[in-house]
């Protein structure tokens, strides 16, 4: 049986301040982000594509992550407690962000973007698709070091047990998603978008990819306690992903019938 390691979450301390290994996992998402995307524009051969623009993508794609992530919380899971407490949607150092929020507000930010450049809204995702697995594999390890997000109790021989929860061998379900969402997501995505394809085909590829490894990582998972499982015994965070699905799927049939 394993025992999860209890990391400190401040991975440097300095006098009474202390750099916490979950910003440091977004700093390095953001890094790997401009490196990939680099190496992106290196091949793709758009001449409306380049590094300063990558840059700006990151810079709206960050403000879409923390408002929409936010908001996404906010919405999806607690919005009695915060229409009763509304100040309390600012005190983001309390936690609670929803990736599904941050999923939205990112294509809202890359909508905004892609009207102020004259691109096509779905060019900008296309180019961006392959690159967001890599921070959601850091995401989970951050989550994985902090001892949150954790599974269901389980009896698998590799369970983990989680002291800071209770004594009950559960699912490490932070790596399943780190291996599903993370790394092979952009495994897929990256090899996929190596070859030219119609408008809008990795866009979708990347929702039906994520809302399907998502659906199916949250049966390990354990679901929100202010929340349990919703209707037809599924948990927010599958109700959540299952649209994401059935948009990739439509998003990639229309493509290819657009493309022939």
């Known amino acids: 049986m394993l025992v999860h390691p209890q990391f400190d979450p401040v991975a440097i301390h300095i006098g009474s301040f202390g750099i916490h ?3 440091l996992m977004y700093l390095a998402g953001f890094i790997t982000f401009l490196w990939l995307g680099r190496k992106r524009i290196a091949t793709l051969n758009d001449p409306q594509i380049d590094t300063k623009l990558l840059d700006d993508l990151l810079f709206y794609g960050v403000l879409g992550v923390i408002l929409g992530g936010r908001l996404g919380y906010v919405l ?7 229409s009763a407490h509304p100040l309390e949607i600012f005190a983001v150092w309390q936690g609670g962000m929803s990736f599904h929020g941050g999923f939205l507000g990112v294509l809202v930010a890359m909508m905004w973007f892609a009207s102020k450049q004259n691109l096509r809204w779905l060019q900008l995702t296309d180019f961006i698709a392959p690159l967001v697995p890599p921070g959601l594999a850091f995401g989970r390890i951050g989550n994985f070091i ?4 954790w599974g269901r109790p389980t009896d698998v ?3 983990m047990i989680f002291p800071k929860v209770d004594p009950l061998p559960r699912h490490p379900s932070q790596l399943y998603e780190f ?4 790394v092979l997501l952009f495994a897929l995505l990256w090899l996929y978008a190596r070859q030219p394809r119609p408008v809008g085909a990795v866009s979708g590829l990347f929702l039906i990819g994520y809302g399907s490894f998502r659906f199916l990582v949250e049966f ?3 679901p929100d306690d202010f929340l ?4 037809l ?3 927010m965070g599958q109700w959540l992903s299952l649209p994401m699905v059935i948009a990739g799927v439509l998003l990639t049939v229309l493509s290819n019938r657009r493309s022939t």
């Open 21 to 23: 290994w979950y910003g």
């Open 179 to 182: 291996a599903l969402e993370g």
């Open 228 to 231: 349990g499982l919703l209707s």
């Open 233 to 235: 015994g599924m948990s």
């Open 220 to 222: 390990t998972r354990e």
């Open 146 to 149: 902090n001892g949150e997000l």
């Open 76 to 82: 999806f899971y607690k919005a009695g407690y915060y």
């Open 157 to 159: 021989s590799w369970a």
